[in-house]
């Protein structure tokens, strides 16, 4: 029977959070896992990420922050209070998942119905704008991005590989809290949970890392080095 695996996670730096998104990505295609996987974790502040790919500009001002290379695409995303969660899922399972462009809509339409759960009403940007690869990726929406009063509050980035997606991401909660100060994180954390798991169908159980996961980060180059800032 399939389940949907949610890893309740912790605030971490931003090399471990990277690896070991890339370690369950690889594990899952590896053993050619059926069963989805959210996890759903904080970043230790300040810290930003790069889509993989990308060239190692970054604005002079984020000279002291820590920085750590995502294995999903995107620009630059500059963590603070905002929560995260990515999903690792089969994709040839799941027929509405298979088109990149479309995924995106669906995985936010699952966000923006657990937004709803907890109090915040969002809504999906319907008009798309291309993004340069020196754009921090929270100052202009793209399509199916989640908008919430006007304002861009969730973006992701996405990664495919032999048949499984690794769809990573950021929900900005701070801005969520200015629009509503009632915002629960606990709450929307169970919200999202709940969400996928209507959405794929399954159990929800919660089964957080093992040691092995855990300690898939150590020597792992997932944080650039001596990036060029301009």
């Given at each position: 029977m399939v389940y949907l695996r949610y890893i309740n996670d912790g605030i971490y730096n931003a090399a471990f959070n990277m690896a070991v998104d890339r370690y369950l990505f690889s594990e899952s295609i590896k053993a050619n896992d059926p069963n989805p996987i959210l996890r759903i974790y904080r970043f230790e502040n300040p810290s930003v990420t790069v889509g993989c790919g990308k060239n190692n500009v970054l604005p002079d001002y984020l000279a002291k922050?820590?920085?750590?290379?995502?294995?999903?695409?995107?620009?630059?995303?500059?963590?603070?209070?905002?929560?995260?969660?990515?999903?690792?899922?089969?994709?040839?399972?799941?027929?509405?998942?298979?088109?990149?462009?479309?995924?995106?809509?669906?995985?936010?339409?699952?966000?923006?119905?657990?937004?709803?759960?907890?109090g915040a009403e969002a809504e999906l940007f319907s008009v798309g704008t291309k993004s340069t690869p020196q754009d921090l990726c929270?100052?202009?929406?793209?399509?199916?991005?989640?908008?919430?009063?006007?304002?861009?509050?969730?973006?992701?980035?996405?990664?495919?590989?032999?048949?499984f997606l690794l769809h990573q991401g950021s929900i900005a909660l701070d801005v969520l809290r200015e629009l509503n100060r009632?915002?629960?994180?606990?709450?929307?954390?169970?919200?999202?949970?709940?969400?996928?798991?209507?959405?794929?169908?399954?159990?929800?159980?919660?089964?957080?890392?093992?040691?092995?996961?855990?300690?898939?980060?150590?020597?792992?180059?997932?944080?650039?080095?001596?990036?060029?800032?301009?």
């Open positions: 922050t820590k920085i750590a290379q995502r294995p999903t695409g995107g620009g630059v995303v500059c963590h603070g209070e905002d929560l995260i969660y990515s999903v690792i899922v089969p994709f040839r399972l799941f027929d509405k998942l298979s088109h990149v462009l479309e995924s995106y809509g669906e995985i936010h339409s699952v966000l923006i119905k657990a937004l709803s759960e907890v929270f100052q202009k929406p793209v399509l199916y991005d989640v908008m919430c009063c006007g304002r861009k509050i969730a973006g992701a980035g996405q990664k495919r590989s032999l048949g009632n915002i629960s994180e606990i709450k929307l954390r169970q919200s999202l949970a709940n969400a996928f798991g209507n959405y794929f169908c399954c159990e929800l159980r919660e089964i957080p890392l093992v040691q092995e996961e855990i300690s898939a980060w150590e020597g792992k180059e997932a944080i650039i080095p001596e990036p060029h800032m301009v």
